[in-house]
């Protein structure tokens, strides 16, 4: 069995990992950036970021779910096709959507990162769709529909905070 075989069913458990794992980091390499307006007192963080982790664990949890749910004998396995396509949405579009909301909240004019923002949020969405409509529309239950639902409204709630953060 080859590598690649092997570490292939993990590969969208890890880019959908990779995001928080890389807030958390720009948060602790960063924290003394006047950019992210950090506090010295409680809550630390603007109500934004409060938002963002928030949202953000409860996507990682129904993302971590639906993955696992899929592991399981009992429960469907997932298709190539359908595997191929959720990590597009997370490697071609969750990924760099946020290396530039990373980098728009670090820079002095974050307006020059808002056409590639909302380009890679356009594929997203896309991408998102496509999985959604084509591969869970029918044949999804209340269960797994639920992890999903976590997955994408707990990430599109904390895109948007983040991005109130950065614009607003």
Known sequence: MSVV???RPYVSLVLLLVPPGLFGLLLLLFQDNA??????????????FLVVGAAGTVATLGGVLDWRYHRSPLHLKIPKKERDAEAAALGLGGVPMFVLMGLATLHGNPTAWLIPIVVVLVYTVVAISYDEFVFHR??????ENTYHRMLVFGNGTAWLAWFHFIYC
């Open 5 to 7: 075989k092997l570490f």
């Open 138 to 143: 029918k044949r999804c239950g209340p269960v």
């Open 35 to 48: 950019r992210l307006r950090l506090g010295g007192g409680f809550p630390y963080l603007p109500w934004q």
